[in-house]
């Protein structure tokens, strides 16, 4: 396949507030991954950042509408599937995992039958040969013995093992798409990097395109090919991975950057911890202007009044695109000069 795994255009998601007026809790969202790229989406608590992925996968909270713009995967527009067509793209062109491990498992039922049942739903293969799929596909993420631990119940294996059991039954469909929304949040830290070390051997060895929701930004360094920075459901930043953490523009993504610890730092105790002052909006509440003004140590008149578009910054490392009026200002001037 030649175009992009997924393809998001001016996504503006629509949810209906207590008092029945239209909330955006994700607006004019564009964002393209290409087979075997790792994408990060990173912001605040309440960015948007589960809701595009629940509207990737047309798994949305009720109510939940595209108000504006399309999502395509493989260049299938998942608006337009229903019934049949929608139950076989999920699992099937698309493979998620989420935070919790065991959220993905039935309790009574042998992890091995889990795995291979979504494999017969997708493809209608038999018995033994989705059997024999999901004992290859087992060792491949890490589960060995293979046959013994796909005998056994959820409730059997620890965090990580059942989290390679979900990664498992999301790629055993050869999907195109891989949508991990804190994938490993509620593991230990060794844990952690072993689930992550392996989703990025899949996308190399698999072509598979991920797209990775993660609060952990020295993870979304190691990992992510690039990355969008989402405030208050629009996007701040949009750039490879070394241009946003070598030259961020938005002041949000540099105050985000700055707010984290630095690996190997041991702040001394009285130190107090560096956070970004203030808290994001409330979704009936989101500023008019950059939504970040309020927040912003450089906003100025124009921050207040007028939304920045996401500008074309022209990074050295591919495409960059930055919503803010002063930094795209300050490139301009320096471009001029
Ligand atoms: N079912 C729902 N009904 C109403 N509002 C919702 C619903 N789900 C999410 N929201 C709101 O939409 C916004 C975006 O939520 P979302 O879950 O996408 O955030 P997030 O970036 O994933 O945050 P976190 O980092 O905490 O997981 C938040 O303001 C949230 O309160
Ligand atoms: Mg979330």
Redesign the pocket.
């Known amino acids: 396949m030649n175009g992009p795994a997924l393809e998001i255009d001016s996504l503006t998601l629509a949810?209906?507030?207590e008092d029945g007026s239209p909330?955006f809790?994700?607006r004019s969202l564009s964002m393209r991954i290409a087979p075997g790229e790792l994408h990060a989406l990173v912001?605040?608590?309440?960015?948007?950042?589960?809701?595009?992925?629940?509207a990737i996968l047309r798994l949305?909270?009720?109510?939940?509408r595209v108000r504006a713009g399309s999502i395509r995967v493989g260049g299938v527009d998942v608006s337009a599937l229903s019934g049949r067509r929608l139950h076989r793209f999920r699992g099937g062109r698309v493979g998620v995992i989420f935070q919790e491990p065991g959220a993905h498992l039935s309790p009574s039922i042998r992890v091995g039958r889990q795995i291979v049942e979504a494999l017969r739903i997708h493809t209608g293969c038999s018995r033994t040969e989705a059997r024999h799929k999901a004992e290859t596909i087992a060792e491949r993420v890490g589960l060995t013995p293979a046959r013994s631990i796909l005998r056994r119940y959820p409730h059997e294996l620890s965090g990580g093992m059942a989290q390679r059991v979900a990664i498992a039954a999301a790629i055993i469909c050869s999907p195109e798409l891989l949508v991990a929304?804190?994938p490993t949040t509620a593991l230990d830290a060794t844990v952690q990097k072993s689930v992550l070390e392996l989703i990025d051997e899949l996308r190399h060895d698999l072509g598979l395109a991920v797209l990775l929701?993660s609060?952990d930004l020295a993870v979304v360094e190691r990992y992510a090919d690039s990355v969008t920075v989402?405030y208050a459901?629009s996007v701040a930043e949009q750039a490879s991975s070394e241009e946003i953490f070598t030259r961020p523009r938005h002041p949000y993504t540099q105050a985000l950057l700055r707010a984290r610890p630095q690996l190997g730092d041991i702040a001394p105790v009285d130190t107090p911890p560096l956070i970004i002052p203030g808290s994001?909006p409330?979704?009936n509440a989101i500023p008019g202007g950059c939504p970040f003004h309020t927040r912003c140590p450089a906003a100025e008149e124009l921050c207040r009044t007028v939304v920045p578009d996401l500008v074309e910054r022209g990074g050295d490392t591919g495409d960059a695109r930055v919503a803010c009026h002063v930094a795209t200002r300050v490139a301009g001037v320096a471009h001029d000069a």
């Open positions: 949810l209906a507030g909330l809790p994700v912001g605040e608590s309440g960015s948007g950042k589960s809701l595009t992925c629940r949305g909270p009720n109510g939940m929304d804190e929701v609060h989402l459901g994001p409330a979704l």
